[in-house]
Nanobody
Framework: QVQLVESGGGLVQAGGSLRLACAASGLPFSRYTMGWFRQAPGKEREFVAAISWRAGNTYYADSLKGRFTISRDNAKNTVYLQMNSLKPEDTAVYCC?????????????????WGQGTQVTVSS
């Protein structure tokens, strides 16, 4: 059974940083592209970042480039999202997802498995 479990969310002041982690089990992690998405209250799910199997390719939402960094550790079956200079508008539930293709994608329907998410709240 595939499980993706996010951690690292919480409450942070504007300008602060958080590092999210997503631990995967039940799948050959090193053969999956991983992505991060977020959903704020009343809004649609939004692409954040994605990383290919061997971390050679990364892909970011244009609005988040320079503040967010995605990385992975295949030995630990974990993908990370480092978030810096956080803003109140970054407040959302952040979810990780996996897809079997070697190419990163920003489209939710390209992903096969999803975690439950972790709440990130940025206060002003």
């Amino acid at each position: 059974q595939v499980q993706l479990v996010e951690s690292g969310g919480g409450l942070v002041q504007a300008g602060g940083s958080l590092r999210l982690a997503c631990a995967a089990s039940g799948l050959p992690f090193s053969r999956y592209t991983m992505g991060w998405f977020r959903q704020a209250p009343g809004k649609e799910r939004e692409f954040v970042a994605a990383i290919s199997w061997r971390a050679g390719n990364t892909y970011y939402a244009d609005s988040l480039k320079g503040r967010f960094t995605i990385s992975r550790d295949n030995a630990k079956n974990t993908v990370y999202l480092q978030m810096n200079s956080l803003k109140p508008e970054d407040t959302a539930v952040y979810c990780c997802a996996s897809r079997t293709s070697p190419s990163p994608s920003s489209r939710t329907y390209d992903y096969d498995y999803w975690g439950q998410g972790t709440q990130v709240t940025v206060s002003s």
